[in-house]
């Protein structure tokens, strides 16, 4: 029997114990080769997922220096609303304030998002059953010597991103895109905290095969969709990540996210 990977193993046990005979397994050894590869429709189930979520998280950027002195669980909830309205279901955010984005899956509310600090917001939803997963990372203006290190870092990021998605070329291998994007931190300096893999496939769940991983030797070719992620974190001090999705047509990449990556200052 093939489940999920996020069943909770509250289901799976009683599962197994009344069904002793059964070997259980997860889907994604039956279905993950049908799943990796996304015909036009879902394309454009996808490209249409993350328009909408590109265009909440424009809505709620318009406060602009007025989510100074808010918590992060307010900035989400704003953004999932936001999501909501425009149709994507299952609407979810990870915002991170300060020094509380130098951790990559932090998942707490309760910060407070500061002048002269970072905002990294990870959010994402379905569309008519699929994902749209985006990242951006914003500073709150301030002229010091820390925004200053913060847009050092957010253009080798930014570079990281560009080199990654450069190597989602049609016939390479996933691990390129990994290698491309992780040699540009390296090179910089921050190899050492660049903690987790470039992407992931993305599709009907969030996280699908194939990834932009160290290892990953699957041949991009039309159909794939996934993300491309690098990121930063500098515990104690700030985290920046920059994400967008991709889908591999005949042509090559189509980056699915238009929502600018220049405009991280937040000025008043």
């Known amino acids: ?3 999920g990977a996020s069943m909770p193993a509250g289901f799976l046990v009683p599962l197994q114990e009344a069904f002793a005979r059964t070997r259980f397994v997860l ?17 454009s189930l996808m490209e249409e997922a993350c328009s909408r979520c590109t265009e909440a998280l424009k809505a709620v950027m318009k406060a602009g220096s007025g989510w100074i ?5 307010a900035f989400a909830d704003a953004l999932c609303r936001e999501m909501e309205q425009r149709g994507i279901s299952e609407a979810g955010a990870l915002v991170c304030a300060g020094a509380h984005a130098a951790v990559p899956h932090y998942t707490g509310k309760d910060g407070i998002i500061s002048a002269d600090a970072c905002l990294l917001v990870d959010f994402g939803g379905k569309y008519r059953g699929y994902c749209s997963d ?12 820390k925004r200053r290190e913060f847009e050092a870092v957010y253009g080798i990021v930014l570079a990281a991103l560009e080199a990654g998605q450069g190597a989602a070329v049609l016939g390479g291998r996933m691990e390129d895109v990994d290698n491309a994007a992780r040699r540009v931190i390296a090179e910089a300096g921050y190899g050492e905290y660049f903690t987790h893999r470039t992407g992931h496939g993305i599709g009907i769940d969030t996280h699908e ?7 990953d030797k699957s041949v991009i070719e039309p159909g794939l969709a996934f993300s491309v992620e690098p990121g930063i974190y500098l515990p104690g001090k700030f985290g920046i990540r920059i ?8 042509d090559g990449a189509k980056v699915l996210h238009d929502y600018p990556r220049n405009e991280w200052l937040v000025c008043w």
Do not use: V
Request: with cysteine; glycine share 12%; proline share 2%.
């Open 69 to 73: 002195g808010k918590t992060e669980g």
């Open 1 to 3: 029997i093939g489940i």
């Open 27 to 43: 889907h994604r050894e039956i279905l993950g080769r049908m799943r990796r590869y996304k015909n036009e429709q879902e394309q």
């Open 209 to 215: 095969e194939p990834c932009a991983a160290s290892g």
């Open 243 to 250: 994400e967008d999705q991709i889908f591999m047509t005949a």
């Open 134 to 145: 985006m990242s951006r990372t914003f500073y709150f203006c301030g002229e010091n010597d």
